[in-house]
């Protein structure tokens, strides 16, 4: 069974300090690897996606990841943070193919940005 | 991106009463939609996959006959929360996939804030 794994539950950073968030998966298949952000009381927008082509993924506001499988690894990070970066951050994987296509959440990385 | 709509964003009903919530893919065909539950400062829990045209997938543990779940065509799920009681009360979110190979990704809802009283 495929598993992803956060660690930290929480992150908080200083703004325009360096954000990196982890994100380990199990699988024997190095899946499609996603991270989502999530506001509160809101659903989940994709930040960006790794689906076996480039190993650095860029995505919107700013953050990138880095597919390393060697290390089974899809951590997140962004250059300096923003204020507006404080929210719930999920790491994801499914595989390709197949009538269904099912998400494997983390347990989600809540991050705080302090002035 | 896609565009996945879901209504009502937050509910308060009565206990025993039911709920439906619907889930909404305003610019694409959603061949496969997901329900998920979500508790407070917890990752989502899916409860079941649906495919248009065809029952849905329920996750072991989630029962069937207290989430209803209808895909009746392509642009449209609904959940309907039957006989609900307190501890239904949770953040629900749909999200839904298009088919093809080149949709790699799921576009999730705005979630619902569901409130029994």
């Known amino acids: 069974a495929q598993s992803v794994t956060q660690l930290g539950s929480h992150v908080s950073v200083s703004e325009g300090a360096l954000v990196l968030l982890r994100c380990n998966y199990s699988?024997?298949?190095?899946?499609?690897l996603f991270w989502y952000v999530q506001y509160p009381n809101q659903g989940l927008q994709l930040l960006l996606k790794?689906?076996?082509?480039?190993?650095l993924v860029k995505g919107i506001n700013g953050f990138e990841a880095e597919f390393k499988k060697s290390e089974t690894s899809f951590h997140l990070t962004k250059p300096s943070a923003h204020m507006s970066d404080a929210a719930e951050y999920f790491c994801?994987?499914?595989?390709?193919?197949?009538?269904?296509?099912?998400?494997?959440f983390g347990k989600g990385t809540l991050l705080t940005v302090n002035p | 991106g896609a565009v996945v709509s879901q209504h009502p964003s937050w509910v308060i009903c009565k206990s025993g009463t039911s709920v439906k919530i619907e889930c909404r893919s305003l610019?694409?065909?959603?061949?496969?939609m997901f329900w998920y539950r979500q508790f407070p400062k917890q990752s989502l829990m899916l409860m079941a996959t649906?495919?248009?045209?065809?029952?849905?997938?329920?996750e072991q543990g989630v029962e069937k006959d207290k989430f209803l779940i209808n895909h009746a065509s392509l642009t449209l799920s609904t959940l309907t929360v039957t006989s609900a009681h307190p501890e239904d009360s949770s953040f629900y979110i749909c999200?839904?996939?298009?088919?093809?190979?080149?949709?790699?990704?799921?576009?999730f809802g705005q979630g619902t804030r569901l409130t029994v009283v």
């Open positions: 699988s024997s298949v190095p899946p499609y």
């Open positions: 790794y689906t076996s082509a480039a190993t």
């Open positions: 994801a994987a499914s595989h390709s193919g197949g009538s269904n296509y099912k998400l494997t």
């Open positions: 999200s839904a996939r298009a088919a093809g190979e080149g949709w790699t990704e799921a576009f």
């Open positions: 649906s495919n248009e045209g065809s029952k849905a997938t329920y």
């Open positions: 610019d694409f065909q959603a061949t496969t």
